[in-house]
């Protein structure tokens, strides 16, 4: 009897701490009863919302743009609709606001977006003013140029006009590194682009993933050999938001684990392209982070 109380007592304490700490009970096929650790809740001011804001960007193929039907769309796009899903039951429950590189900070601690997804660069000096979610694309730096610019390695921009976006790694790293270099800060990528082809830069300096294939669909431009700055992109969000971070971090590794970044990337990416950047994305076998703590800003650090 006693060692009947006591089994039944056992079974009452685990049922209570389940419901305590939030963990999930599954049945399985033999009738054995399996305790898993349920995923971390969404804040309550945005499940009350019933929608989440994002900031992504609008003119950076193919991370985030506005298609031909005046639709978001993009690889970031897509994972802030995953987000939805995971929330809401409903890729819809999301709205998009357009993040220029140089108004992502503020867009997050102005409180006007829950997250940002926006090709965002980690780096240690961001990381004090803003939080980041665990690393889901590592991105690396490139140089576009003229195929015949004089421009043929990243030691040869002193002295040369380099258009990139303002706020951006590159336009820190650059005036930290290249005092020579005339640095063409664009408030986006679009004029950037547009500073490049009009002659008033003579190389754009940007993420790969974005300039592999604007060289691809220009048979006047390439990409120079020379890869620098390879850090991971990482998700925005408010400083101190320890839920929210545990939510987006949850949700990221559960895409990780379902391979669900390569769908994203094959939707969003030219066929060739795919072999290569399957190699940037969170995957089941692969995986990267950030610098460790303590390690200098990327974009202090001069080659």
């Not at 971070?245 to 895409?255: Q, T, Y």
Request: aromatic fraction near 10%; proline fraction near 6%; include cysteine.
């Amino acid at each position: 009897m006693k060692r009947i109380l006591l089994a039944t007592a056992g079974v009452g304490l685990v049922a209570v701490i389940a419901a305590t700490i939030g963990f999930a009970k599954t049945t399985t096929p033999s009738g054995m009863v399996q305790v898993k650790a349920a995923l971390p809740p969404l804040p309550a001011d945005i499940k009350s919302r019933n929608r989440f804001i994002i900031g992504v960007k609008c003119d950076v193929p193919p991370f985030g743009y506005i298609d031909v039907q005046g639709k978001n769309a993009g690889f970031d796009v897509e994972i802030g609709r995953m987000f939805a899903r995971y929330a809401f039951g409903r890729a819809q429950r999301v709205s998009f606001v357009c993040a220029p590189t140089a108004q992502r900070e503020p867009l997050i601690t102005n409180g006007r977006v829950d997250l940002v997804i926006s090709t965002f660069t980690y780096t240690a000096d961001r990381d004090t003013r803003i939080d980041f979610s665990r690393a889901y694309w590592k991105g690396t730096g490139r140089l576009l140029v003229k195929n015949d610019s004089s421009v043929q390695k990243l030691s040869d921009i002193a002295g040369k006009r380099v258009a990139t976006t303002s706020g951006s790694v590159y336009d820190r790293w650059m005036k930290n590194c290249f005092k020579n270099t005339q640095v063409i800060v664009a408030d986006t990528f679009t004029n950037a682009m547009l500073a490049f082809n009009q002659g008033r830069a003579d190389a754009v300096m940007y993420d790969d993933a974005v300039l592999i294939p604007v060289a691809a669909a220009d048979r006047t431009a390439k990409i120079t050999d020379d890869v620098f700055l390879q850090a991971p992109f990482g998700i925005g969000m408010k400083q101190g938001n320890t839920q929210m971070k545990a939510w987006v971090d949850s949700r990221l590794a559960l895409m990780k684990k379902k391979d669900q970044f390569l769908p994203i990337l094959k939707a969003n990416v030219p066929a060739r392209f795919v072999p290569a950047f399957s190699k940037t994305i969170l995957r089941p076998n692969n995986t990267f982070a950030y610098a460790a703590p303590g390690s200098p800003s990327v974009d202090t650090v001069c080659p």
